[in-house]
């Protein structure tokens, strides 16, 4: 057996010993949502992987990283699928900020912030939308302005996923108002706690206070916080976003799902037969099976793709739009499958009511990150070369 073989021999015998037992129970079809209800025992279960030495695998030491290959970065995604382990907490962070400060961060700032991303110890949010500016994010308002060392922000951010628990939130400011729109916005790093930051919670469709709106008035942060040029913001945005949009290895899940959704079919009755008797269920069965198999091989290769060195670009918003859509229908057969249990809700209904959870939430996929018609845009200019129409978070 080769040493990476080993390493997953290891890996899996400790999944198979730590996956909480409660995340198995209660939310084993949630292969990426953080549960808001169980955020501080997910928060806990990232600890756990940091402290096992199973985060930051390619990172390096110095950067509370294992300084390991994008071979292991690889199983461990396999395993973490395998053993239906629960999402980490700090997803933003590791997701975005982590991308953002490894390409455009000062040494400074890797070695102060990337540990604690990695651990969990310090939670990150998303601060780019604003009222006034969702998918022309370069319209946004939020100021930064320079007063001695430190920026002066002024400003809102709205639509801010873990808001309530974030101890630190990267946000796009504007750093020079005469500059082009997109040329005149910082990428700078604030801590949530800092004199001047309200937090005003929103719920959402699942009930769950999943987002918020984040006020600032006369928020001093250090100017050593900006990541890259004052008005570098942009650049490094798009960075960040075209990671948010890529392959994620947990959508192989899905495959468990359609099996789980068939076997529900079979018990459910409709008309006086078993639905997995329907024709037309049937067939859209066999659809989301068909679509399953291409977007599977689909993730394989772009994982295969940045495996090896090819950055994430425009290609990302190709899977972005078909994995978001395809949740949707996914979701919306499993509670077909169900029949009329299917109006029950969470603890009244089967498999603790996750899927007409999953169902509501999966909305947002087609949002969040650039809405389905925004990818629509970037995929018909940017990767077909049609004429530009219009403008978007792009
Ligand atoms: C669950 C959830 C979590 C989120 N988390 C965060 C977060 O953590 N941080 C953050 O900054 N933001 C977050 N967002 C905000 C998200 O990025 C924005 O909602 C998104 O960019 C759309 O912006 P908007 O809501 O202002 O809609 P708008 O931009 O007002 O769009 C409204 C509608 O018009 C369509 N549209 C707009 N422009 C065009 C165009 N040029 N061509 C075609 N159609 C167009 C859109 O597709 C949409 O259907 C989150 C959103 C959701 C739903």
Redesign the pocket.
């Known amino acids: 057996m080769s040493a990476l073989d080993d390493w997953r021999t290891d890996l899996r015998r400790w999944l198979d010993d730590h996956v909480p037992a409660w995340w198995q129970e209660e939310f084993a079809a949630t292969p990426y949502e953080v549960p808001e209800r169980r955020f501080d025992e997910i928060r806990a279960w990232q600890r756990t992987l940091f402290d096992a030495g199973y985060m930051g695998l390619t990172l390096p030491r110095a950067y509370g990283g294992q300084g390991l290959s994008a071979e292991h970065e690889l199983i461990r995604a396999e395993e973490m699928v395998r053993a239906s382990a629960p999402p980490i907490a700090n997803q ?1 962070g590791v997701k975005q900020c982590v991308p953002a400060l490894l390409e455009y961060g000062t040494e400074e700032q890797k070695r102060r912030f990337l540990p604690g991303i990695l651990s969990a110890d310090e939670i990150w ?5 604003e009222p006034g ?5 370069a319209s946004l308002q939020t100021r930064a302005v320079l007063d001695g060392d430190d920026y002066v922000v002024n400003g809102t ?6 808001g309530t628990h974030a101890d630190w939130i990267f946000a796009l400011v504007r750093t020079d108002p005469e500059a082009r729109k997109q040329a005149g916005i910082g990428f700078l790093l604030i801590d949530m706690k800092s004199p001047g930051i309200e937090v005003a919670p929103i719920v ?1 469709i699942t009930t769950d206070v ?2 918020c709106q984040v006020f600032f008035e006369d928020v001093r942060v250090p100017a050593a916080h900006m990541v890259g040029r004052p008005t570098q913001g942009w650049e490094v945005a798009n960075h960040v976003l075209a990671h948010e949009r890529g392959a994620n290895l947990a959508m192989l899940r899905f495959g468990d799902f359609l099996d789980q959704i068939a076997e529900r079919a079979r018990i459910t009755h409709r008309a006086g037969r078993s639905l997995a008797d329907d024709p037309s269920f049937r067939q859209r069965f066999a659809q989301c099976r068909i679509e399953f198999e291409v977007l599977k091989q689909q993730v394989l290769q772009s994982v295969e793709e940045v495996r090896t060195g090819r950055k994430a670009g425009p290609a990302s918003s190709l899977l972005k739009l078909q994995m978001s859509e395809y949740d949707q229908r996914l979701s919306r057969l499993a509670n077909e499958a169900q029949g009329l249990a299917a109006q029950h809700w969470l603890d009244d209904g089967i498999d603790r009511g996750i899927w007409q959870w999953r169902e509501l939430w999966s909305r ?1 996929y087609t ?8 990818q629509r ?1 970037i995929i018909a200019e940017r990767i077909l070369g049609l004429p530009r129409t ?4 792009k």
């Open positions: 933003v949010c998303q601060g780019y939308s500016a969702g998918s022309d994010l951010k709205i639509w801010t996923t873990y959402n999943d987002f947002a949002i969040f990150g650039g809405s389905s018609e925004i845009n219009g403008k978007g978070r």
